[in-house]
């Protein structure tokens, strides 16, 4: 059901409308969050930036697990869906939710990308300038938000292993991907009319949404690599698939290396040197290339840069 109103609103109104529901829904969100946490698991959310991470105990995770998840079910999945009711699926292309036959690739893609990722994350660090306000101030924060990371995924058992792969993993691929490639990406391409810039561009905002400098690039590259993944295989599925396989690893890497990042010995480590880095990013630039000239693109195309509103 589309709401007559609503036809006549461009695509930079449809999205700056998208990012105020985005805003209150995040907000109800936590709310919810909030005041289930005493009644569950009998203890608030902590006060992270104030808190001693090392004194939080098992609760208090659970507290932030659940709001978080909250965050993402209501926040980037219902404002995404709640737009989808309100402007109608042609706004977002229906999400192009329909699996094609290359969904396959977009694991592989994923994976033939870690070595460029991996130099991709060095040359960030090399970017920001040492001793530098970035450093001084917004580091700290980085440290702290992956420390909370490592704490929240730290569980030695299987079913809070398969637990966290359910909430790091599926919520955040299905959620965000249907927010940021769904709906935002969709909104910028039809406003400039260009496939490229939508996807850089709401590749950037997938970035900077996550407040961590020191990874900014390769988040951004990410999210780049999730755009073109889904028009060009004409399916949103294709980039939650890969956004699912890239979180996965974090989640293994901490439940089986105890970090965020894999010791020196590891394959992932073992394969971050640059001519490894170089290769990878031919075998990604050649994949998204082959789904280029065998996915739907040609199909879509027209429908997707147009902009609805206008008929």
Excluded at 240 to 257: D, I, K, Q, R, T
Aim: aromatic letters at 12%.
């Amino acid at each position: 059901m589309v709401i007559k109103a609503f036809r006549t609103f461009s695509p930079l109104l449809r999205l700056l409308f998208f990012i105020a529901l985005f805003v209150t829904m995040t907000g109800l969100s936590t709310l919810i969050g909030s005041a289930l946490s005493p009644i569950i698991f009998g203890s608030s959310v902590p006060d992270i930036q104030h808190a001693d991470l090392e004194q939080i105990v098992p609760a208090q995770i659970n507290a932030l697990k659940l709001v978080q998840t909250s965050n993402q079910i209501l926040g980037f999945l219902g404002a995404s869906l709640l737009f989808m009711f309100l402007f109608g699926k042609q706004s977002v292309n229906s999400f192009l939710v329909k699996p094609g036959k290359l969904l396959f690739l977009a694991p592989i893609l994923m994976l033939a990308s870690l070595p460029f990722m991996e130099q991709s994350i060095a040359l960030n660090e090399a970017l920001i300038p040492a001793g530098g306000w970035i450093e001084i101030n917004l580091k700290p924060f980085q440290e702290m938000a992956d420390q909370l990371t490592v704490l929240m995924l730290s569980n030695g058992d299987h079913p809070s292993l398969f637990l966290n792969i359910v909430l790091f993993a599926v919520v955040p691929a299905i959620c965000e991907e249907f927010a940021f490639r769904g709906v935002i990406q969709s909104q910028i391409v039809k406003m400039f009319g260009n496939a490229h810039i939508g996807i850089w561009v709401s590749a950037i905002v997938f970035s900077a949404i996550h407040m961590q400098f020191y990874g900014f690039i390769p988040r951004m590259l990410l999210g780049a690599v999730f755009g073109y993944l889904v028009i060009y295989s004409g399916t949103i599925w294709s980039a939650v698939l890969a956004h699912f396989v890239n979180n996965s690893l974090a989640v293994l890497s901490v439940h089986y290396y105890g970090d965020l990042e894999a010791p020196e010995d590891s394959l992932e480590a073992s394969v971050s040197n640059l001519p490894m880095a170089l290769l990878s990013l031919v075998l990604v630039t050649a994949g998204i290339y082959y789904l280029y000239k065998k996915g739907n693109w040609k199909k879509i195309n027209s429908e997707y840069l147009m902009d609805s509103s206008s008929n």
